[in-house]
């Protein structure tokens, strides 16, 4: 199947549901459930954008395999121009969800892209999992799937290594092997989008090169519905109100989901990378998938950037506070912030180069300053948001305020210079449901963390920066006492 609409992919869901189990009962049906099946419809409506007679050629492009229109994400960069036109293809989503939904399935795709370019990495563990991953690549593309992914293993006793628990598989590790397949065993968060096709496991956080540590490097991809494969998801943020009351939340509750893997079968086919821990540590940043999905990432903080400061714009202008000198202040700080991850974006692409397996690849010192620098400043972005809109954030009636008794009253003492008072009670909503919602609250924690520990982040661009050239120049410098003659 090339690229796919709304219809196909619901219909995909209905087909295979996942292993889904929210609030103590199973979902067999995420297309109807009332806690998944706002996110599955928005989730749809992206795959139709793909269809749109004026967004065909951003969205999709020609398979190299069978001709047919297949999404864009899949692309395989060979220049720049390239990477711009993946870039066009990430704005078109991003910008329907308002940056909204952080596990969109562009962010995966290009994670497998990469992966699947870099078969020869994967094929140095074993030469069967090279032709898997590419294989894989292939598999994906071809039949437009969503994944999800689950990155780190259970927060039982982080004092411990993963070996040294009391059950060695609360971590997800590789039980034994059958002529099959592996059997695996354990536990990951944090999966969003449970409600997607197929979870890929990579490799976790860094693995020591020990023996004992083996278990745990593995890379592998299964569909949702695998027996013995179980998606526990957290309280539903979509509360089952209307659009016009939470706007966000009902329509782009992704979804987390701490995974099972209860004796799971990976066929042989399906497993990338097992018992390797110094390739499992350099899966993600040496084949590129790192720079890949975090250029994605580039682009969804744009947009998300892009739709608070335009919130924030729309509710001063809805209670005409413009002209004061420190709401101007704040929303310029807002606008600074914008412009550094569109400058961000196109640095990376400006300076990109083709890697080892062929792929025009993101300069990566302008992503790796954009994932340390978006999480703590969108902290910030989120008091501005609260702050430009003070009271007027809490006093916002419901639909059904509006339609009740209480209706005149409303439409009199909340209407505003800027509009009525459903116009201005609307875009109060959305920027609750940015900031102060349960939703929003989400949103805040999860860009926190989006990339991992922000200490542990910074720790590693101080040891991947590359900074000896500039020692040089200074200790040159201090060293000429003759400069100049």
């Known amino acids: 199947m090339p690229a796919r609409n709304a219809h196909d992919v619901l219909a995909r869901l209905q087909k295979n549901p996942p292993n889904l189990w929210v609030n103590g009962e199973q979902v067999t049906d995420p297309t109807t459930h009332p806690t998944t099946a706002n996110g599955a419809r928005s989730l749809a409506a992206l795959y139709d954008l793909q269809h749109r007679p004026d967004l065909v050629d951003t969205m999709t492009f020609a398979s190299p ?3 047919d229109r297949v999404g864009m994400s899949f692309i395989v960069p060979e220049t720049r121009e390239d990477l711009e036109r993946r870039s066009a293809m990430h704005q078109v989503w991003a910008n329907a969800h308002l940056g909204f939904m952080g596990r969109a399935p562009d962010y995966l795709n290009v ?3 990469a992966a699947g370019m870099a078969a020869g990495y994967f094929a140095q563990c074993d030469p069967r999992f090279g032709g898997n991953m590419a294989n894989y690549f292939e598999l994906v593309r071809e039949n437009d799937l969503a994944l999800t992914h689950a990155l780190t293993n259970p927060q039982v006793d982080r004092s411990k290594r993963d070996s040294e628990h009391a059950d060695q598989f609360i971590a997800l590790g590789v039980v034994r092997e059958t002529s099959d397949g592996i059997i695996v065993r354990g536990a990951r968060m944090l999966a969003t989008l449970p409600i997607s096709d197929e979870i890929l496991i990579f490799p976790s956080t860094v693995l020591q090169r020990s023996d004992d540590m083996k278990p745990y490097a593995m890379a592998f991809a299964v569909p949702n519905d695998t027996p013995g494969l179980i998606f526990q998801c957290r ?4 509360a089952g109100r209307s659009h016009r009351d939470h706007p966000l939340g009902s329509r782009f509750d992704e979804m987390d989901a701490m995974v099972f893997f209860d004796d799971v079968l990976v066929p042989w086919e399906r497993v990338f990378l097992m018992g390797d821990t110094e390739l499992a540590n350099g899966a993600y940043g040496r084949t590129g998938a ?3 999905m975090a250029h994605q990432v580039v682009n969804l903080k744009i947009a998300k950037t892009e739709a608070i400061l335009g919130t924030m714009q729309a509710c001063v202008d809805m209670v005409g506070t413009g002209q004061y000198q420190h709401v101007q202040e704040m929303i310029a700080e807002t606008i600074v912030v914008l412009e550094i991850m569109k400058a961000l974006r196109v640095a990376s692409e400006a300076g990109a180069t083709v890697n080892e397996y062929g792929v025009m690849t993101p300069l990566r010192g302008p992503l790796d300053a954009a994932r340390n620098y978006y999480p703590k400043v969108y902290q910030r972005l989120v008091e501005i948001l609260r702050l430009v809109t003070s009271s007027g954030l809490i006093m916002i009636p419901t639909a059904a305020d509006h339609e009740g008794p209480m ?3 409303i439409q009199k003492y909340l209407a505003s210079a800027g509009g009525s008072a459903e116009e201005r009670v609307r875009m109060m909503r959305l920027a609750w449901d940015m900031t ?5 609250g989400r949103q805040a924690h999860y860009e926190n963390f989006f990339f991992g520990d922000p200490v542990r982040m910074k720790q590693a661009l101080y040891n991947v920066y590359d900074r000896t ?10 060293a000429d006492d003759q400069w100049p003659a």
């Open 407 to 409: 209706g005149e009253r």
């Open 469 to 478: 050239a500039m020692v040089a120049r200074v200790k040159a410098f201090v």
């Open 65 to 67: 395999t069978t001709g």
């Open 111 to 113: 994670n497998v892209m």
């Open 235 to 238: 309280e539903p943020l979509d």
């Open 436 to 440: 102060i919602s349960g939703f929003g």
């Open 290 to 292: 790192v720079l890949h």
